[in-house]
């Protein structure tokens, strides 16, 4: 693999900026109460775009890897990252996908024998601490559901994440993306009928919005954070994800009124460390440094 350098990292931030935009524009602009609808068409027109344009369906050893993948990357992870979209307001629950780095360390470690550095350890807290402060921001913007939604998303999240990293995929990450996508949308869609019944009606700002975690948040974002997982440490990239909250919340105090002091700035300031040392050379030496690019991946096809 090529590891960490500020190339693969600035490209594997393009996921966790994109996503950030999420909680904003599901208050915003999406219909009220449909997170099921929402997720199924964020995954499936843009799983069965890539797909098309690839033209590769999964060879027989791969097809329930991929199923697997496909659930619990989109199946699973799409609803409830919009259930706590629905229930949380936009910084607070943006804020808990930086637990994410901590969950997937502990899942690389046996799953991968990817040992975490003192480090992206050290890293990882301060991210925590800067979590904690931009939460407290939020005191009285708790609900169970979204709060439930939101850890269990990150627990879901961390476990898919680290299998695209166990199981080296045979083509490139444009593939690998479409046929998660679909697998996911075509579970999420039967589920959205049933429960939340026929689609409703959408204006140009909910179409606007779709269309935007679905191209922008979804098909690009996933094609570079799933490069990143083949690239890079697992550890190192799910620190690039603490980007996700700062977006999140920069877009929460300018566009959602939602208020903002020093505390919050420290918090802000804690998380972006947490990043930047995270990304460090002395973070990537180690047991879980590979320095060789895997035969089966492509050469900036996921670029």
Same mark, same amino acid.
């Given at each position: 693999?090529?590891?960490?350098?500020?190339?693969?990292?600035?490209?594997?931030?393009?996921?966790?900026?994109?996503?950030?935009?999420?909680?904003?524009?599901?208050?915003?602009?999406? @219909?009220?109460?449909?997170?099921?609808?929402?997720?199924?068409?964020?995954?499936?027109?843009?799983?069965?775009?890539?797909?098309?344009?690839?033209?590769?369906?999964?060879?027989?050893?791969?097809?329930? #890897?991929?199923?697997?993948?496909?659930?619990?990357?989109?199946?699973?992870?799409?609803?409830?990252?919009?259930?706590?979209?629905?229930?949380?307001?936009?910084?607070?629950?943006?804020?808990?996908?930086?637990?994410?780095?901590?969950?997937?360390?502990?899942?690389?470690?046996?799953?991968?024998?990817?040992?975490?550095?003192?480090?992206?350890?050290?890293?990882?807290?301060?991210?925590?601490?800067?979590?904690?402060?931009?939460?407290?921001?939020?005191?009285?913007?708790?609900?169970?559901?979204?709060?439930?939604?939101?850890?269990?998303?990150?627990?879901?999240?961390?476990?898919?994440?680290?299998?695209? #990293? #166990?199981?080296?995929?045979?083509?490139?990450?444009?593939?690998?993306?479409?046929?998660?996508?679909?697998?996911?949308?075509?579970?999420?869609? @039967?589920?959205?009928?049933?429960?939340?019944?026929?689609?409703?009606?959408?204006?140009?700002?909910?179409?606007?919005?779709?269309?935007?975690?679905?191209?922008?948040?979804?098909?690009?974002?996933?094609?570079?954070?799933?490069?990143?997982?083949?690239?890079?440490?697992?550890?190192?990239?799910?620190?690039?994800?603490?980007?996700? @909250?700062?977006?999140?919340?920069?877009?929460?105090?300018?566009?959602?009124?939602? @208020?903002?002091?020093?505390?919050?700035?420290?918090?802000?300031?804690?998380?972006?460390?947490?990043?930047?040392?995270?990304?460090?050379?002395?973070?990537?030496?180690?047991?879980?440094?590979?320095?060789?690019?895997?035969?089966?991946?492509?050469?900036?096809?996921?670029?």
């Amino acid at each position: 693999m090529e590891g960490i350098s500020t190339r693969n990292v600035l490209i594997t931030m393009i996921a966790p900026a994109a996503w950030g935009t999420t909680y904003l524009v599901t208050e915003q602009w999406l @219909p009220p109460d449909r997170p099921l609808f929402a997720a199924a068409v964020r995954a499936l027109p843009a799983g069965l775009v890539l797909l098309a344009w690839r033209r590769q369906l999964p060879p027989p050893g791969w097809r329930l #890897k991929a199923i697997t993948l496909g659930l619990l990357n989109f199946g699973l992870f799409f609803p409830l990252i919009f259930l706590s979209a629905y229930h949380l307001p936009g910084g607070l629950a943006a804020t808990i996908q930086a637990l994410l780095p901590l969950v997937v360390m502990a899942l690389a470690w046996p799953l991968i024998a990817e040992r975490p550095t003192a480090v992206r350890v050290g890293a990882a807290l301060v991210g925590l601490a800067g979590v904690t402060l931009l939460v407290l921001r939020n005191p009285d913007g708790t609900d169970p559901v979204g709060l439930f939604a939101a850890f269990a998303s990150v627990t879901v999240a961390a476990l898919g994440f680290t299998l695209v #990293k #166990k199981w080296t995929p045979p083509v490139d990450m444009i593939t690998l993306t479409s046929w998660q996508l679909v697998v996911g949308g075509l579970v999420l869609t @039967p589920v959205a009928l049933i429960v939340e019944g026929a689609p409703p009606a959408l204006d140009a700002p909910a179409v606007g919005g779709l269309a935007w975690i679905a191209i922008v948040g979804t098909g690009v974002a996933y094609v570079c954070w799933f490069r990143g997982l083949q690239l890079m440490p697992a550890g190192a990239v799910a620190l690039i994800g603490l980007v996700n @909250p700062v977006v999140g919340t920069a877009l929460g105090v300018a566009f959602a009124a939602e @208020p903002f002091g020093a505390v919050q700035a420290l918090g802000m300031a804690l998380v972006l460390g947490g990043v930047l040392a995270g990304q460090r050379p002395s973070a990537a030496a180690g047991p879980d440094t590979d320095t060789r690019r895997p035969a089966t991946a492509r050469t900036g096809s996921a670029t």
